[in-house]
C-alpha cells in the first residue's frame, strides 16, 4: 500500500521549512532556507524581518519540496506544523498556510509543539538513508538550542513529559551572547567550539549554576555575566588590549564551554536517574557542541545508558521533525481544527 505522506511546516523562527515525510520516518522532501545571514548584521534574530521573509519564501519552498518529494498536493496526507513556541508573527505564516492547505485539500492537521519536533528528529532515517533508528523507551532527552534548554521525559508509546528548563537564558543564546562579547560574530556556538579545541578548560573558573540544587532546571545568564567581569578586570574590553585578550580567547572559549557543557551532561544523567530511562537523546542546535557530544557520551556510558543524536541537518531547524513528531501525535489521536491559533506554550 502507499505510505502516509505528511507536510511538515516550520516557521517558528529564522528558517523556513517544508518536508515531506513518509509514514513518520523516512524523508522524501526536507527543503530548508535558514536567514541567519540576513540577521547577523544585527547580531540576532530581528522578528518582523523573519515573518516578512517567511510570507515571501513559502510557497515557492512548499513547491520545492513537492517537487523533490515527486509528489502534487493531492498525495498529502496530513498537514502538521509548528504552532509554538517561537516568534508569534513568524509562527502565524506557518500556521495560516497549514489551515489553507487543510481546508482546500480536506485533510487532516496537526499543530506541533516545536520542542516535540526537536526530540522527534531522532526518529528519522538519516537523509538519504531508509532505516530509522528504533525509539528506545523510557528516555530522557535534552533540547539544547538558541531559544530553549529543555529536559523531557520520553514516554513509552512516545509521549512527552516536560522534566525542567532554563530560567533564563537557553544555552545557545549564552554561546551566543558571550561570542559577541568577545567579538567573534554570530551564531556564536560554532566559533566558540573550534575555539576552544586548542583552549584550557580549567584555565578561567567560571560558575556552574544551578549543579547542586534538586531541581531539573538551568541558568546560564550568569555565566555570561561572570565572563563579561573577567574581561572588564582583565581590561580586555579596552580596543587598545584586542590583541591580548586574542592569545586568550581560545582559553575562555574553552573555560565558558565547559561550564555550560558541566550544568548540562549533570542535569541530564540526574533526569535519567529520576526516570529509569535507558537512552538519552539529544536535540537542538547545540547538540553539534563536540565537547557537549563527548562528554555526555563519556558519563552516560558510566551509567550504563545509550547516548543519540540526530545528524547536524536534523538538529537545526527544518520541517522533517515537525512532520515525523505531528505524525506521532496524529497516530495518538491528535487533531485539530481550522481554528487552530499559534500558542507559545502549547501541549506537547
Ligand atoms: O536549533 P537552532 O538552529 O535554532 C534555534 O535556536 O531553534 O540552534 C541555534 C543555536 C545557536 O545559538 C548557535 O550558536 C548554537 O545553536 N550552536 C552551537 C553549535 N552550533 C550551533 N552551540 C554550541 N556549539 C556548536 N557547535
Ligand atoms: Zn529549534
Same mark, same amino acid.
Given at each position: 500500500s502507499r505510505p502516509h505522506l505528511t507536510l511538515g511546516i516550520e516557521t517558528s523562527c529564522d528558517e523556513t521549512s517544508f518536508a515531506v515525510v513518509a509514514g513518520g520516518r523516512r524523508i522524501l522532501a526536507n527543503v530548508v532556507l535558514s536567514q541567519t545571514g540576513e540577521h547577523r548584521r544585527y547580531g540576532g534574530v530581528v522578528p518582523e524581518l523573519a515573518s516578512r521573509r517567511h510570507v515571501t519564501n513559502a510557497v515557492p519552498l512548499l513547491q520545492a519540496a513537492l517537487a523533490e518529494a515527486g509528489i502534487g498536493l493531492g498525495d498529502l496526507d496530513l498537514i502538521a506544523v509548528t504552532r $509554538? /513556541?517561537?516568534?508569534v508573527g513568524a509562527l502565524l505564516v506557518g500556521v495560516s498556510l497549514a489551515k489553507a492547505l487543510a481546508w482546500a485539500l480536506d485533510k487532516p492537521l496537526v499543530g506541533v509543539h516545536h520542542l516535540a519536533g526537536h526530540v522527534y528528529a531522532n526518529f528519522l532515517a538519516p537523509p538519504g538513508g531508509d532505516t530509522a533508528p528504533e525509539p528506545r523507551y523510557p528516555a530522557v532527552t535534552l533540547v539544547v538550542s538558541g531559544g530553549h534548554t529543555d529536559l523531557f521525559h520520553l514516554e513509552a508509546g512516545g509521549g512527552l513529559r516536560w522534566l525542567g528548563g532554563t530560567r533564563d537564558d537557553a544555552a545557545g543564546e549564552a554561546f551566543d551572547k558571550v561570542a559577541r562579547e568577545l567579538g567573534l $560574530?554570530? /551564531? $556564536?556556538g560554532p566559533v566558540i567550539d573550534r575555539l576552544a579545541a586548542q583552549g584550557? /578548560? $580549567?584555565a578561567f573558573a567560571f560558575p556552574r549554576a544551578m549543579l547542586d540544587d534538586d531541581t531539573l532546571d538551568f541558568s546560564f545568564s550568569g555565566l555570561k555575566t561572570a565572563v563579561l567581569y573577567e574581561l572588564e578586570r582583565r581590561g580586555w574590553r579596552d580596543p587598545d588590549r584586542r590583541a591580548e585578550l586574542e592569545a586568550h580567547l581560545p582559553d575562555l572559549a574553552a573555560s565558558f564551554q565547559q561550564a555550560v557543557v558541566d550544568v548540562l551532561v549533570a542535569k541530564t544523567l540526574r533526569a535519567a536517574r529520576q526516570v529509569g530511562a535507558r537512552q538519552i537523546y539529544l536535540a537542538g542546535g547545540v547538540a553539534a557542541n563536540r565537547r557537549l557530544r563527548h562528554d555526555l557520551g563519556v558519563a552516560a556510558a558510566a551509567a550504563g545508558l545509550d547516548l543519540a543524536y540526530p545528524p547536524p541537518v536534523l538538529c537545526t531547524d527544518n520541517g522533517a521533525m515537525i512532520a515525523a513528531a505531528g505524525f506521532a501525535a496524529w497516530q495518538r489521536g491528535r487533531r485539530d481544527g481550522l481554528d487552530l491559533d499559534v500558542d507559545p506554550d502549547p501541549p506537547l
Amino acid at each position: 500500500s502507499r505510505p502516509h505522506l505528511t507536510l511538515g511546516i516550520e516557521t517558528s523562527c529564522d528558517e523556513t521549512s517544508f518536508a515531506v515525510v513518509a509514514g513518520g520516518r523516512r524523508i522524501l522532501a526536507n527543503v530548508v532556507l535558514s536567514q541567519t545571514g540576513e540577521h547577523r548584521r544585527y547580531g540576532g534574530v530581528v522578528p518582523e524581518l523573519a515573518s516578512r521573509r517567511h510570507v515571501t519564501n513559502a510557497v515557492p519552498l512548499l513547491q520545492a519540496a513537492l517537487a523533490e518529494a515527486g509528489i502534487g498536493l493531492g498525495d498529502l496526507d496530513l498537514i502538521a506544523v509548528t504552532r $509554538g /513556541p517561537g516568534l508569534v508573527g513568524a509562527l502565524l505564516v506557518g500556521v495560516s498556510l497549514a489551515k489553507a492547505l487543510a481546508w482546500a485539500l480536506d485533510k487532516p492537521l496537526v499543530g506541533v509543539h516545536h520542542l516535540a519536533g526537536h526530540v522527534y528528529a531522532n526518529f528519522l532515517a538519516p537523509p538519504g538513508g531508509d532505516t530509522a533508528p528504533e525509539p528506545r523507551y523510557p528516555a530522557v532527552t535534552l533540547v539544547v538550542s538558541g531559544g530553549h534548554t529543555d529536559l523531557f521525559h520520553l514516554e513509552a508509546g512516545g509521549g512527552l513529559r516536560w522534566l525542567g528548563g532554563t530560567r533564563d537564558d537557553a544555552a545557545g543564546e549564552a554561546f551566543d551572547k558571550v561570542a559577541r562579547e568577545l567579538g567573534l $560574530g554570530y /551564531p $556564536g556556538g560554532p566559533v566558540i567550539d573550534r575555539l576552544a579545541a586548542q583552549g584550557d /578548560p $580549567g584555565a578561567f573558573a567560571f560558575p556552574r549554576a544551578m549543579l547542586d540544587d534538586d531541581t531539573l532546571d538551568f541558568s546560564f545568564s550568569g555565566l555570561k555575566t561572570a565572563v563579561l567581569y573577567e574581561l572588564e578586570r582583565r581590561g580586555w574590553r579596552d580596543p587598545d588590549r584586542r590583541a591580548e585578550l586574542e592569545a586568550h580567547l581560545p582559553d575562555l572559549a574553552a573555560s565558558f564551554q565547559q561550564a555550560v557543557v558541566d550544568v548540562l551532561v549533570a542535569k541530564t544523567l540526574r533526569a535519567a536517574r529520576q526516570v529509569g530511562a535507558r537512552q538519552i537523546y539529544l536535540a537542538g542546535g547545540v547538540a553539534a557542541n563536540r565537547r557537549l557530544r563527548h562528554d555526555l557520551g563519556v558519563a552516560a556510558a558510566a551509567a550504563g545508558l545509550d547516548l543519540a543524536y540526530p545528524p547536524p541537518v536534523l538538529c537545526t531547524d527544518n520541517g522533517a521533525m515537525i512532520a515525523a513528531a505531528g505524525f506521532a501525535a496524529w497516530q495518538r489521536g491528535r487533531r485539530d481544527g481550522l481554528d487552530l491559533d499559534v500558542d507559545p506554550d502549547p501541549p506537547l
